[in-house]
């Protein structure tokens, strides 16, 4: 058994798979991080809830990815950017850990997106499987929780894939397109006993 810091590495992580780069982005890629989010504007937004009036805007994204990198070194979140490594420097996707939460509780939220022209190629899966060994392993994270509309089948056999388990389901969770929306609540533990230090 290992105990569990307070606070995560300082560190700004980028982890490699066989065909995938994730790395945390910066100011300097705001640029594409807006290019990616206008691209899949429609595809994303079914499952989101409402952005901020600027999130389409360089300034948004300038500003928004130097607090991700600051909270990746602060250990307060880990946002990925993922591409392909053939494309190094082209955002085809995101994973990110937020809300992470330390002593007696250890745990932290998932979120990801994912290109529509990139669906079905087992990018997500891969990418994910990598950044939850992250969370696990460097991070010493004891629980990951995610949490999906039931309508997204595709969310739900992606985190089931990746050995979630389904706790239960929160009425009205999220305003999304308008109206509460039901959210199933999933959770992934760490397999390697995380406790306390003494």
Known sequence: MVGFPERSPQISPELSTERLRLWVAGPEEAAELLR????????LGRWAPPAPADVYTLAYWQSRSA???????????????IAWKSSPDRII???????????????????????????????????????????????KLHRITASY????????????????????????????????RDHLLAALINPAPIVPAL
């Open 67 to 81: 607090t991700s990198r600051r909270d990746a070194i602060e250990g307060r979140a880990a946002r990925f950017a």
């Open 93 to 139: 996707g995101t994973c990110s850990f937020t809300d992470i939460v330390r002593g007696p509780v250890q745990a932290c939220q998932l979120g990801y997106g994912l290109d529509q022209r990139e669906q079905g190629r087992g990018v997500m899966t891969e990418a994910l499987r990598s950044a939850i060994g992250f969370a696990f392993g460097t991070l």
């Open 149 to 180: 509309m039931p309508s997204n089948t595709r969310s739900g056999s992606l985190l089931e894939r990746l050995g979630f388990v389904v706790e239960g389901c929160a009425r009205d969770h999220l305003f999304i397109r308008g109206a509460w």
């Open 36 to 43: 990616h989010h206008v691209d899949n504007r429609e595809h």
